[in-house]
Nanobody
């Protein structure tokens, strides 16, 4: 089992950057594929990015490709989401999630979720 705690959210202007962190507990953090999802007001939760256990395989939503980078440090038990060139459409609560069922873009694959961190991008 793993517990996840996100941090790093905040309010920024268009074009600025933020880095989100998600720290996990438990000895088997490296056994999990990790993902980031987001949910904007009135919208469904959507996939943002995912990484396998050692960051050699990553996947991004088309809307963030080229602007966001997911990475992880298994010693620190932390996964990161570097977000550059932020847009108002990136405004959402961002959640990290852990999966032992494989690497995927569907929320159903992920069994453990953090509480979320708010990102607000203003024009």
């Amino acid at each position: 089992q793993v517990q996840l705690v996100e941090s790093g959210g905040g309010s920024v202007q268009v074009g600025e950057s933020l880095t989100l962190s998600c720290e996990g507990t438990g000895r088997s953090f490296r056994d999990y594929a990790m993902g980031w999802f987001r949910q904007a007001p009135g919208k469904n939760r959507e996939f943002v990015a995912a990484t396998n256990w050692n960051s050699e395989t990553t996947h991004y939503a088309d809307s963030v490709k080229g602007r966001f980078t997911i990475s992880r440090d298994n010693i620190k038990k932390t996964v990161y989401l570097q977000m550059n060139s932020l847009k108002p459409d990136d405004t959402a609560v961002y959640y990290c999630a852990a999966s032992r069922s494989g690497f995927g873009t569907s929320a159903a694959v992920y069994m453990y979720w953090g509480q979320g961190t708010q990102v607000t991008v203003s024009s």
